[in-house]
């Protein structure tokens, strides 16, 4: 061994580079993308699963909430600096984080390991379908926050498509997912829960999370297409409409 | 009546440089090999099974008892130290490997001068240096030691690096070996002099933010530290060190 030469002397910058200390930037980054995922996009998220329950009571309490919802002050603001923008830099921040890791699952079918590739997995599924489900519901069609009235038959229009509904779902699982153990992490990262028994007790309360979310966000994503409200909303005792004064513009025609 | 054997495929390379050539060896069966024996019987007669005379294998071990830290290799394809790995208890062929994230000197041994240049970077260590002799140091409280000691098994075989999907050259993560030892040397009543500058030191690129708790490293550690433990503690240290810095620098 003494005609060997001393690896660490000829090769200093092979293979995985030591700790770049006090260097860079992603600590700050990653932290950022960390908390938007919890604030705003996770309470944002939460907001907007809970609004869409409101479909499992019909048309009229759909329209009033997004009615609502566009009432309040500052929206543009609210939907670009709270949710687009939050939004778009998780997802292109997550997309780099994960174009750097390399799941190893096959040797190490651990579950951390599992749950490790099922967040990066869940995560392109959700924003696949957050891209379309925008574009689709906010930027296209009927303005709904000029015609709350029409939220309804939108929604029931684009799940009409059994693709589209099975879209939905799966991409309703995969959020849920996706910030229910997002959220453990964050609580892990950030040094909120640092026991191995805290971080245990959390899980139960994410996992209990995950399947709340998903629970009604499939029900009421299967709301819209209740056979009582198939021929539109008007139909149903209108007693609410004219409480809120709801238009109801043609969707087919505005389309 | 053909005699009972074990079956060997190593994956061998020459030089840092040379292209990987898996061999692959035959050798009478023992009962309770462990891998280091089985590539010492291949060093006394290094044949191939085709008949070919090669070169006796080069790996690194010294202890035999998982103390040293010095034999990690992929054995069928997992990262564990060869000195525990007993062949009863492995599927046949045994695939050995070198560590997959780290250079390769050659065949089986590997430069894992990474986590040592990771540790000086964290400093790991108390600082005792002085031109005059500082006396006795603090008690340590048997709560404190206890808690501790765990965290000084490490035994560098950077399995817990191995294993992480996120250690890897586009990351250049740290790893879990340095985060723990960040823990074991910010809770010593000497070392913690130094915990602002190594929680600093956590926050670089390649920090302990790249930590994605996949927990692999938790699973791999053959002596069982508590990993995760000790990376959510020091992220905790960092966090609070963070706002910290936000009302004070």
């Known amino acids: ?255 | 009546m053909a005699e009972r054997t074990i079956k060997v495929e190593i994956k061998r390379q020459h030089d840092p440089d040379g292209n990987a050539v898996v061999e692959k060896f035959e050798i009478p069966y023992r009962p309770n090999m462990n891998v280091i024996s089985v590539l010492m019987e291949i060093a006394a007669r290094p044949v191939t099974v085709d008949g070919k005379e090669t070169t006796p294998v080069t790996y690194e071990s010294n202890c035999l008892e998982e103390i040293c830290g010095s034999c990690s290799m992929l054995i069928n394809g997992r990262a564990r130290m060869a000195c525990s790995a007993l062949v009863d208890n492995l599927e046949q062929p045994l695939r050995l490997e070198p560590l997959s994230k780290f250079p390769v000197v050659r065949d089986l041994q590997v430069d894992r001068s990474v986590l040592f240049e990771n540790l000086k970077r964290v400093q790991a260590w108390v600082p005792i240096d002085g031109s005059y002799d500082l006396g006795a140091g603090p008690r340590i409280t048997p709560q404190v030691q206890e808690e501790n000691y765990p965290l000084s098994n490490c035994i560098s075989c950077c399995c817990c690096m191995e294993v992480c999907p996120q250690f890897n050259v586009a990351t250049g993560f740290v790893g879990a070996a340095t985060i723990a030892q960040v823990k074991l040397f910010n809770d010593h009543p000497t070392g913690k002099v130094l915990k602002e500058e190594r929680l600093h030191a956590m926050m670089g690129d390649g920090g302990i933010q790249d930590c994605a708790y996949a927990q692999n490293c938790v699973v791999a550690c053959p002596k069982e530290l508590p990993l995760a433990q000790a990376i959510s503690d020091v992220g905790r240290q960092v966090m609070l060190q963070a706002v910290k810095d936000i009302f004070t620098t």
């Not at chain 1, 009235?149 to 959020?175: C, D, Q, R």
């Not at chain 1, 910030?179 to 040094?191: E, I």
């Open chain 1, 1 to 255: 061994m003494a005609t060997a030469t001393n690896p660490s002397s000829g090769s200093a910058h092979r293979g995985v580079q030591p700790l770049r200390a006090g260097q860079g930037h992603s600590f700050l980054l990653r932290k950022l993308h960390s908390l938007s995922g919890v604030i705003p996009i996770g309470a944002f998220l939460l907001e907007h699963f809970l609004s869409n329950t409101e479909a499992l009571k019909g048309p009229a309490a759909y329209a009033a909430q997004v009615k609502f919802l566009n009432s309040l002050p500052w929206v543009p603001v609210l939907e670009w600096g709270f949710i687009f923008l939050p939004i778009l830099y998780h997802a292109c921040y997550g997309l780099y984080i994960w174009s750097s890791g390399k799941s190893n699952i096959t040797y190490y079918p651990w579950a951390g390991n599992w749950m490790y590739m099922a967040q990066r997995w869940t995560g392109l599924i959700a924003f696949g379908y957050i891209a379309q489900h925008v574009y689709h519901l906010r930027f296209s069609g009927v303005r709904l926050a000029d015609h709350p009235g029409a939220s309804f038959a939108k929604v029931h229009h684009e799940l009409a498509n059994p693709w589209m509904l099975a879209l939905y779902l799966v991409a309703i699982i995969a959020t849920s997912w996706h910030f229910s153990y997002g959220l453990w992490l964050f609580a892990a990262k950030w040094g909120i829960t640092t026991g191995d028994k805290a971080r245990r007790r959390f899980g139960y309360v994410c996992t209990a999370l995950a399947v709340a979310l998903i629970t009604l966000g499939i029900a009421s994503a299967l709301a819209f297409l209740n056979p009582k409200y198939k021929y539109g909303w008007t139909e149903s005792p209108s007693a609410q409409t004219t409480q809120s004064q709801l238009q109801m513009p043609d969707v087919a025609a505005s389309k």
